[in-house]
T-cell receptor
Framework: DGGITQSPKYLFRKEGQNVTLSCEQNLNHDAMYWYRQDPGQGLRLIYYSQIVNDFQKGDIAEGYSVSREKKESFPLTVTSAQKNPTAFYLC???????????FGPGTRLTVL | SQQGEEDPQALSIQEGENATMNCSYKTSINNLQWYRQNSGRGLVHLILIRSNEREKHSGRLRVTLDTSKKSSSLLITASRAADTASYFCATDRGSQGNLIFGKGTKLSVKP
């Protein structure tokens, strides 16, 4: 059963803590993406990776970090440097950056 | 930076009516895509239209693209309550193909 998964679904963080959001895909896609969505807003690109062991900053990379050690996995770390991390985080992948992206179900992060 | 902008921001219709959403963008594109998002969920791809295409159909969906006006429209015919969702247009950035999303149109279909 092919798809893209994210965990956890809900995550609570205390101020000053780093947290890591998981994103896994078994679609054999080379490209993976992390987006942030705030209420009533569209998606903003945080980081993307077009191939294993390589990634680039998107529009709002400050306070976030990623790794791409395996093709299937693209974890996102929200660091304490991110001033307003409460948001809905979406991971996506594609086999061709000029075609459709496949999205995971999202992780809702709340800072307490 | 926001490339696509949807209009209207919110739309409320009765079941059976047609729903039309518009998207405007600023720079040249290779393709334009429409996605749907149910509340609290991930996005689902609906349709992709390339810059050399003017119209595309998929089931009850009809998408048009006017590159001279830098605009696209999504028409959902004979809407159903299950069509209630937010709809986003996304355009590519050019050489790397990354997408820029608009803020979306929130569609409510009342039974």
């Amino acid at each position: 059963d092919g798809g893209i998964t994210q965990s956890p679904k809900y995550l609570f963080r205390k101020e000053g803590q780093n947290v890591t959001l998981s994103c896994e895909q078994n679609l054999n896609h080379d490209a993976m993406y992390w987006y942030r969505q705030d209420p009533g807003q569209g998606l903003r690109l945080i980081y993307y990776s077009q191939i294993v062991n390589d990634f680039q900053k998107g529009d709002i990379a400050e306070g976030y970090s990623v790794s791409r050690e395996k093709k299937e996995s693209f974890p996102l770390t929200v660091t304490s440097a991110q001033k307003n991390p409460t948001a809905f985080y979406l991971c996506a992948s594609t086999g061709n950056p000029y075609n459709e992206q496949f999205f995971g179900p999202g992780t809702r992060l709340t800072v307490l | 930076s926001q490339q696509g902008e949807e209009d209207p921001q919110a739309l409320s219709i009765q079941e059976g009516e047609n729903a039309t959403m518009n998207c405007s963008y600023k720079t040249s594109i290779n393709n334009l895509q429409w996605y749907r998002q149910n509340s609290g969920r991930g996005l689902v791809h609906l349709i992709l239209i390339r810059s050399n295409e003017r119209e595309k159909h998929s089931g009850r969906l009809r998408v048009t693209l006017d590159t001279s006006k830098k605009s696209s429209s999504l028409l959902i015919t004979a809407s159903r309550a299950a069509d209630t969702a937010s709809y986003f247009c996304a355009t590519d950035r050019g050489s790397q193909g990354n997408l820029i999303f608009g803020k979306g149109t929130k569609l409510s279909v009342k039974p």
